[in-house]
């Protein structure tokens, strides 16, 4: 049975008329926008009328933009992100990024990164995946060596006599190498780039437009066509994906994303292309796995099903053909007539081919036909007087017609789609419930009453019945037609119990706000001819950003208030004051300089114009709506509007965003304030370190002015404290009465630097302002410091060790300076150099070292430096200390002879005992025990005995000694 298509036509505004097909025309789908330029001709940026332009129009021929191509590269390709930003490709790869209105955008590194031979010969742009086909000449790197082969030749003939020149290598004929290239995710800042084959072997192509190429990806997600899925289960997606927790703002507006198709979820490893290329007999199949060819004939045009499961090629010399996505099984295969080759071939849904095919006569006007292949048997073809594109939606085929000179008619947009099932149900002969009920609204207008008993038999069924009358209002171009579906459903849900499990009554409306929404986006000033599935498809958050980013923000406000979404409608107006912004009128440029060089600079001076925008937003604060002020202000402060930008900033709650831009207008006083009442410790740091990195001469003055400032001004002298000592010093001095603190920020300088003279002018200042502030006990401990250092630095200039001997190689790099004074005497003590003793001493009587701690840093010193007969002989003079240290010390350099004689010498038996016990010599220890005949004794040495040995020979001395 055949598939019933029909047709819906929409004139074209004026501006259309100036529009010819022989140019490069990229149209966004879904409705979108419509590029178009010259074709693979070289665009030189130029000023005034001259140079080459690129225009956009709506979906209905709208003139939006016109704007200068701004390279000198050739345009090769366009085509329309999922975010309608207009993709344009050079042939030497560079890519640039523009919005409908001709702006600039810079959303990644706009680059293919060729070789410099290498060029584009054409590119396919699917969503957010660039697919491009490459040429590079191979004879460049063969070139290079031959130049230097005969540069090497002649540097060897040079000089010599009647020097034949030898024969030059005739000229290589030209080999190059072909790749395909893949970029995934162009629109975003992140994208993967990767090839994906190189083929060889291929003849010259003359004519890039005739080489094909189109790709798709095997793992298709179930909501990217339509097929894929039943109306209910459409619905049921369109409901999750209209709800308002799926909005995601990412950065900025134009990059709003959902939880549907909008996300790049497939890998480039899934991804499978095609390529037929001008008298090659077949196709190219490149996955990531490599590159196959299939043998079919001379390809002049391929396409992909909307549901990806088919491919439709047209061979040269014989006609179409339908495989399958291999190319190993045709599906089936048409011939025609026609001695022409078809321009264009898209799909029409899942069931029919539409090809466009341009016929030129000499004596007659040309023709063009639409040709509208169904089945073997339904070949329709459609004759045209104007030149025609197409374009091949989700759910059927755009059709675009040239204004036809010799006529005063409009050109028209034709939608060409399948009819919906619930059209069938309401406008033909059967016997559905949707039917039944249509033709009972139908009785009821033109007789006035219906049969009451006819209703009641459908009564089960009148759910099913209200909502086909429901859908095919909503797949409906025509107003008549959707008002009487409407009207069929408000007349059959009366019919409907309030608690029916099968139909809720909220669906009327459901289905009302979804067509008055439809009919308001087909209106000719907003020009976005969309279908009830290509709506479901978008969702509500991404017709709201399509209309936003048109700058049809009172639309989009209405929407959003329509449903109720409240992140969204915050988003559209940020991208209206935005707007807004760049229309009012800027500050002049010296304006612009006095608020950049003088940080006091204040201009609360609005224009009528500002002063109406910063009403109307405030109005909308007051009205509970989500208002992103500072992002506003930022907007305002780029384009040069800094008494608005001041204003919205004052407007801004949230500190931690207000005060970086108060920053930027130069209100530092005013950052500081809005800092110390936030009692953010991050932000409080934020303003201040901005302060002191101006001038910190005028913070200290700033912090010193209000007692409030506290808590910054201790933020910023910890923050000096560890990393900036010099402004920490100059923020003290600018005070009169922080001599102490600072002081001790010399003290703190003296242990952080290496340098002996700052160290020493370190200590000076310190005990200058120790001094000023009557700080007795640090002005001493800063003088002796300075008296020690004084002393190290004489003893590094005048006891230089000797370099014969290996003893005195270890001393040869150590430096007293830096050292305490106990480590300064050990040090002097170690090296055994009697001038550096008798220094020791001089240092021991000028620093009042009591005697105790003399001995023990002498015995200390004598035992590093292994002089052990030199220790003994110090043993036998009186001892302040007893000859414990001794024998410790004899014990951790393991000089156990010595710590022998040293435990003869200690008369405290305890002492004794442990000093035993660290020897590890038990018997001596229960020796001392016996002796005593002390239970104590024996306690105190069982607690120290080293192992289990020793407490066991313990225990039987002790049972021995029957205590």
Same mark, same amino acid.
């Given at each position: 049975?055949?598939?019933?298509?029909?047709?819906?036509?929409?004139?074209?505004?004026?501006?259309?008329?100036?529009?010819?097909?022989?140019?490069?025309?990229?149209?966004?789908?879904?409705?979108?926008?419509?590029?178009?330029?010259?074709?693979?001709?070289?665009?030189?940026?130029t000023?005034?009328?001259?140079?080459k332009?690129?225009?956009?129009?709506?979906?209905?021929?709208?003139?939006?933009?016109?704007?200068?191509?701004?390279?000198?590269?050739?345009?090769?390709?366009?085509?329309w992100?999922?975010?309608?930003?207009?993709?344009?490709?050079?042939?030497?790869?560079r890519?640039?990024?523009?919005?409908?209105?001709?702006?600039?955008?810079?959303?990644?590194?706009?680059?293919?990164?060729?070789?410099?031979?290498?060029?584009?010969?054409?590119?396919?742009?699917?969503?957010?995946?660039l697919?491009?086909?490459?040429?590079r000449?191979?004879?460049?790197?063969q070139?290079q060596?031959m130049?230097?082969?005969r540069?090497?030749?002649s540097?060897l003939?040079?000089?010599?006599?009647?020097?034949?020149?030898?024969?030059?290598?005739?000229?290589?004929?030209?080999?190059?190498?072909?790749?395909?290239?893949?970029?995934?995710?162009v629109?975003?800042?992140?994208?993967?780039?990767?090839?994906?084959?190189?083929?060889?072997?291929?003849p010259?192509?003359?004519?890039?437009?005739?080489?094909?190429?189109?790709?798709?990806?095997?793992?298709?997600v179930?909501?990217?066509f339509?097929d894929?899925a039943?109306?209910?289960?459409?619905?049921?997606?369109?409901?999750?994906m209209?709800?308002?927790?799926?909005?995601?703002?990412?950065g900025?507006?134009?990059?709003?994303?959902?939880?549907?198709?909008?996300k790049?979820?497939?890998?480039?490893?899934?991804?499978?292309?095609?390529?037929?290329?001008?008298?090659?007999?077949?196709?190219?199949?490149a996955?990531?796995?490599?590159v196959?060819?299939?043998?079919?004939?001379?390809?002049?045009?391929l396409?992909?099903?909307?549901?990806?499961?088919?491919?439709?090629?047209?061979?040269?010399?014989?006609?179409?053909i339908?495989?399958d996505?291999?190319?190993?099984?045709?599906?089936?295969?048409?011939?025609?007539?026609?001695?022409?080759v078809?321009?264009q071939?898209?799909?029409?849904?899942?069931?029919?081919?539409?090809?466009?095919?341009?016929?030129?006569?000499?004596?007659?006007?040309?023709?063009h036909?639409?040709?509208?292949?169904?089945?073997?048997?339904?070949?329709?073809?459609?004759n045209?007087?104007?030149?025609?594109?197409?374009?091949?939606?989700?759910?059927?085929?755009?059709?675009?017609?040239?204004?036809?000179?010799?006529?005063?008619a409009?050109?028209k947009?034709?939608?060409?789609?399948?009819?919906?099932?619930e059209?069938?149900?309401?406008?033909?002969?059967?016997?559905?419930?949707?039917?039944?009920l249509?033709?009972?609204?139908?009785?009821?207008?033109i007789?006035?009453?219906s #049969?009451?008993? +006819?209703?009641? !038999?459908?009564?089960?069924?009148?759910?099913?019945? *209200?909502? /086909?009358? %429901?859908?095919?209002?909503?797949m409906?171009?025509?107003?008549r037609?959707?008002?009487?579906?409407?009207?069929?459903?408000?007349?059959?849900k009366d019919?409907?119990?309030?608690?029916?499990?099968?139909?809720?009554?909220t669906?009327?409306?459901?289905y009302?706000?979804?067509?008055?929404?439809?009919?308001?986006?087909?209106?000719?000033?907003?020009g976005i001819?969309?279908?009830?599935?290509?709506?479901?498809?978008e969702?509500?958050?991404?017709?709201?950003?399509?209309?936003?980013?048109?700058?049809?923000?009172?639309?989009?406000?209405?929407?959003?208030?329509?449903?109720n979404?409240?992140?969204?409608?915050?988003?559209?107006?940020?991208?209206?004051?935005?707007t807004?912004i760049?229309?009012?009128?800027? #500050?002049?440029? +010296?304006?612009? !300089?006095?608020?950049?060089?003088?940080s006091?600079? *204040?201009? /609360?001076? %609005?224009?009528?114009?500002?002063?109406?925008?910063v009403?109307?937003?405030?109005?909308?604060?007051?009205?509970g709506?989500?208002?992103y002020?500072?992002?506003?202000?930022?907007?305002?402060?780029?384009?040069?509007?800094?008494?608005?930008?001041?204003?919205?900033?004052?407007?801004?709650?949230?500190?931690?965003?207000?005060?970086?831009?108060?920053?930027?207008?130069?209100k530092?006083?005013?950052?500081?304030?809005?800092?110390i009442?936030s009692?953010?410790?991050d932000?409080?740091?934020?303003?201040v370190?901005?302060?002191?990195?101006?001038?910190?001469?005028?913070?200290?003055?700033?912090?010193?002015?209000?007692?409030?400032?506290?808590?910054?001004?201790?933020?910023?002298?910890?923050?000096?404290?560890? #990393?900036?000592?010099?402004?920490?010093?100059?923020?003290?001095?600018?005070?009169?009465d922080?001599?102490?603190? %600072?002081?001790?920020?010399?003290v703190?300088e003296?242990?952080?630097?290496?340098?002996?003279?700052?160290?020493?002018?370190?200590l000076?200042?310190?005990?200058?302002?120790?001094?000023?502030?009557?700080?007795?006990?640090?002005?001493?401990?800063v003088?002796?410091?300075?008296?020690?250092?004084?002393r190290?630095?004489?003893?590094?200039?005048?006891?230089?060790?000797?370099?014969?001997g290996?003893?005195?190689?270890?001393?040869?790099?150590?430096s007293?300076?830096?050292?305490?004074?106990?480590?300064?005497?050990?040090?002097c003590?170690?090296?055994?150099?009697?001038?550096?003793?008798?220094?020791?001493?001089?240092l021991?009587?000028?620093f009042?070292?009591p005697?105790?701690?003399?001995?023990?840093?002498?015995?200390?010193?004598?035992?590093?430096?292994?002089?052990?007969?030199?220790?003994?002989?110090f043993a036998?003079?009186k001892?302040?200390?007893?000859y414990?240290?001794?024998?410790?010390?004899?014990?951790?350099?393991e000089q156990?002879?010595?710590?022998?004689d040293?435990?003869?010498?200690?008369?405290?038996?305890?002492?004794k005992i442990?000093?035993?016990?660290?020897?590890?010599?038990?018997?001596?220890?229960?020796?001392?025990?016996?002796n005593?005949?002390?239970?104590?004794l024996f306690q105190?040495?069982?607690?120290?005995a080293?192992?289990?040995?020793?407490?066991?020979?313990?225990?039987e001395?002790y049972?021995?000694?029957?205590?």
């Open positions: 049975i055949p598939v019933p298509y029909q047709k819906f036509s929409f004139d074209m505004n004026d501006d259309w008329k100036s529009v010819t097909f022989d140019h490069m025309i990229a149209v966004a789908p879904n409705g979108g926008p419509i590029a178009i330029a010259r074709k693979h001709t070289k665009f030189y940026a000023s005034g009328n001259l140079g332009h690129i225009l956009v129009y709506s979906g209905i021929g709208q003139k939006i933009a016109k704007f200068l191509w701004p390279d000198k590269e050739t345009l090769i390709y366009m085509g992100t999922i975010d309608e930003n207009l993709l344009c490709l050079t042939r030497k790869g890519i640039y990024f523009f919005s409908m209105f001709g702006e600039k955008k810079n959303i990644m590194s706009h680059d293919c990164n060729l070789d410099p031979k290498e060029e584009i010969l054409t590119a396919r742009l699917k969503k957010n995946t697919v491009y086909f490459t040429k000449d191979k004879r460049v790197h070139q060596q130049a230097e082969q540069k090497s030749k540097i003939s040079f000089g010599k006599k009647n020097a034949q020149p030898e024969n030059e290598p005739e000229e290589m004929t030209p080999q190059y190498e072909h790749c395909i290239r893949v970029i995934e995710g629109s975003f800042r992140k994208c993967d780039k990767m090839s994906f084959g190189i083929i060889e072997n291929l010259t192509i003359n004519d890039p437009n005739e080489v094909v190429i189109d790709f798709f990806y095997k793992e298709v179930s909501d990217n339509f894929s039943t109306d209910d289960d459409m619905e049921s997606d369109a409901d999750e209209l709800s308002e927790q799926n909005v995601q703002p990412i900025e507006f134009n990059l709003l994303q959902t939880n549907t198709q909008y790049s979820r497939n890998k480039l490893e899934n991804l499978k292309i095609y390529l037929a290329v001008p008298n090659i007999e077949g196709v190219y199949i996955t990531h796995q490599g196959d060819f299939r043998k079919i004939g001379v390809i002049k045009l396409c992909l099903s909307p549901q990806q499961k088919y491919v439709a090629v047209y061979v040269e010399g014989f006609g179409l339908v495989f996505t291999d190319i190993k099984k045709s599906q089936d295969k048409f011939t025609t007539s026609l001695q022409t078809p321009q071939m898209v799909w029409c849904k899942n069931s029919m081919i539409c090809m466009y095919v341009p016929i030129k006569q000499e004596s007659k006007a040309h023709r036909i639409l040709l509208f292949v169904r089945t073997k048997d339904d070949i329709k073809p459609l045209f007087n104007n030149p025609l594109h197409i374009e091949q939606d989700c759910d059927g085929v755009r059709i675009f017609m040239q204004h036809y000179n010799r006529s005063n409009k050109a947009m034709i939608l060409w789609q399948k009819v919906p099932q059209l069938i149900t309401l406008y033909t002969t059967n016997t559905e419930p949707g039917k039944k249509y033709q009972f609204y139908k009785d009821y207008t007789k006035g009453q #049969n009451i008993n +006819e209703m009641l !038999a459908i009564e089960n069924e009148m759910p099913m019945a *209200v909502t /086909t009358c %429901l859908k095919a209002a909503a409906s171009f025509d107003v037609l959707q008002k009487e579906a409407l009207r069929a459903a408000s007349y059959g019919f409907i119990n309030s608690d029916s499990l099968y139909f809720k009554h669906d009327f409306d459901y009302c706000r979804i067509l008055r929404v439809l009919n308001a986006l087909r209106q000719p000033d907003i001819i969309m279908s009830y599935h290509q709506f479901m498809r969702g509500k958050e991404k017709v709201i950003h399509r209309l936003t980013h048109r700058n049809k923000h009172f639309l989009s406000f209405k929407l959003c208030d329509y449903w979404l409240h992140t969204l409608r915050a988003l559209v107006l940020h991208h209206w004051a935005c807004k760049v229309e009012v009128p800027s #500050n002049s440029l +010296e304006a612009r !300089a006095q608020a950049m060089t003088n006091e600079w *204040v201009d /609360t001076t %609005l224009t009528d114009d500002e002063y109406a925008l009403a109307v937003l405030k109005d909308q604060r007051d009205r709506q989500l208002i002020f500072a992002d506003i202000a930022e907007h305002a402060i780029e384009s040069n509007k800094l008494s608005l930008a001041l204003n919205l900033c004052m407007l801004e709650t949230n500190t931690i965003k207000q005060v970086p831009l108060l920053q930027r207008l130069g530092h006083n005013l950052a500081l304030d809005k800092a009442h009692f953010n410790t932000v409080i740091y934020q303003v370190l901005d302060l002191k990195n101006t001038n910190i001469d005028r913070v200290s003055e700033l912090l010193r002015s209000n007692a409030e400032y506290t808590l910054a001004r201790k933020l910023l002298i910890s923050y000096c404290r560890q #990393n900036d000592l010099g402004s920490l010093k100059q923020f003290y001095k600018a005070y009169q922080q001599q102490y603190n %600072l002081g001790m920020t010399f703190h003296y242990f952080t630097t290496n340098k002996q003279d700052d160290q020493v002018k370190a000076v200042d310190a005990e200058a302002n120790f001094s000023i502030a009557s700080a007795s006990l640090e002005t001493t401990v003088q002796q410091q300075k008296t020690l250092l004084e190290q630095m004489y003893i590094d200039d005048n006891f230089k060790p000797d370099t014969n290996d003893d005195d190689m270890q001393y040869e790099s150590e007293f300076v830096g050292l305490s004074l106990n480590e300064t005497i050990i040090r003590i170690e090296r055994g150099d009697a001038k550096l003793m008798d220094f020791a001493n001089k021991r009587k000028e009042k070292v005697d105790k701690r003399y001995w023990y840093l002498k015995i200390s010193a004598l035992a590093r430096g292994e002089k052990w007969d030199v220790l003994s002989s036998k003079s001892s302040p200390v007893g414990v240290p001794f024998a410790k010390i004899a014990i951790a350099f156990l002879n010595h710590a022998r040293y435990i003869k010498l200690v008369n405290d038996p305890m002492d442990e000093l035993y016990m660290q020897l590890g010599e038990v018997d001596a220890a229960i020796s001392i025990c016996q005593r005949k002390s239970v104590e105190f040495a069982n607690g120290l080293p192992s289990k040995e020793g407490r066991v020979k313990l225990a001395a049972k021995q000694m029957n205590l």
